[in-house]
């Protein structure tokens, strides 16, 4: 009947490996990152999920170290600003916010994603 050429080998071949490596690509960028930041459990988790990652990341949260006092002022700037809070879940979100992200936690180490350039500096001169 038909007569393959090495012609078609080859081309399904290539639309093989364009198809693995279209797949590949779509699964690396749909994946979260390992290093993605998250809100500890507590109380008004849900609260504080609700009320801000809205607008941030984890990430801009869990780097802050306020004290009671300046959480509440913040809690209410951003309430002003648009954050959406019931007035009978503000307190509980304060003392989240204020007993997980305290000024007496130890201070945030940002997750390294890769070498910066004077550790690679430091190897090139090895």
């Given at each position: 009947m038909?007569?393959?050429?090495?012609?078609?080998?080859?081309?399904?071949?290539?639309?093989?490996?364009?198809?693995?490596?279209?797949?590949?690509?779509?699964?690396?960028?749909?994946?979260?990152s390992p290093d993605e930041e998250q809100l500890p459990v507590g109380r008004a988790k849900e609260k504080a999920e609700s009320a801000c990652l809205g607008c941030h990341e984890a990430r801009i949260i869990v780097q802050q170290r306020l004290d009671k006092a300046a959480w509440t002022k913040e809690v209410d700037k951003m309430v002003k600003w648009g954050a959406e809070v019931d007035p009978k879940d503000r307190d509980a979100l304060i003392d989240y916010l204020s007993t997980n992200f305290s000024s007496d936690q130890p201070a945030y180490e940002a997750p390294r994603t890769r070498v910066n350039s004077t550790e690679k500096l430091k190897g090139i001169r090895k």
């Open positions: 038909f007569k393959r050429s090495p012609f078609d080998f080859f081309a399904r071949l290539v639309i093989f490996f364009c198809g693995v490596l279209l797949f590949g690509t779509i699964a690396v960028f749909c994946q979260s």
